[in-house]
């Protein structure tokens, strides 16, 4: 298996998009993620579910979490509410950067790529095919897929 075999489109957001605009694109469409794009189009970083839920936490609940039993439910919401109004740039120092592989790649060359983000997600350049991603489903179906006996042919993929 090679990268450009495996790649597909994918959505992704803008640097300055809210983080509300990129969880709805997650949600939405049942994503593992998303691929956060710089001012000039080109892949920057990867937020994921688990991270982006993270990112709705101010850092004292991330150290201590009992923290949020102490506050009422209002309170509470308005916290979540003012995290989502944030525009992603805000978060970039924090997320992973996107693991960038070429079309001829191989599988073991894309799970590197990704294990060293800690991405579900990594972009793949071919000259023919332009940038594209792939998501770690779609990469261990494929795997799966191609060891086991009987299913061969089956088409998998990300929801994108």
Same mark, same amino acid.
């Given at each position: 298996m090679i990268a450009r075999d495996l790649a597909h489109d994918f959505p992704a957001v803008r640097s300055d998009a809210r983080?509300? /605009?990129v969880l709805a *694109?997650?949600? +939405? +469409?049942?994503?593992? =993620? $998303? $691929?956060?794009? /710089?001012?000039?189009g080109r892949p920057q970083a990867t937020l994921s579910l688990p991270e982006a839920l993270d990112l709705l936490?101010?850092?004292? %609940? +991330?150290e201590s979490?009992?923290? *949020? =039993? $102490? %506050?009422p439910e209002e309170i509470g919401d308005r916290i979540l509410t003012e995290a989502i109004q944030r525009p992603i740039s805000d978060f970039l120092p924090t997320l992973p950067l $996107? =693991?960038?592989?070429? =079309? +001829?790649s191989t599988a073991l060359e894309v799970v590197v790529a990704m294990a060293r983000q800690r991405s579900p997600l990594a972009t793949v350049f071919d000259a023919r095919a332009g940038s594209n991603?792939?998501?770690a489903h779609r990469?261990? *179906?494929r795997l799966l897929q191609s060891r086991s006996e009987g299913s061969m042919g089956q088409e998998v993929g990300c929801r994108s």
């Open positions: 983080l509300m /605009d *694109a997650i949600v +939405r +469409r049942s994503l593992p =993620g $998303v $691929v956060i794009l /710089d001012s000039s936490l101010p850092w004292p %609940f +991330r979490p009992t923290l *949020a =039993g $102490v %506050f $996107v =693991g960038h592989c070429c =079309g +001829r991603v792939i998501c990469l261990l *179906a």
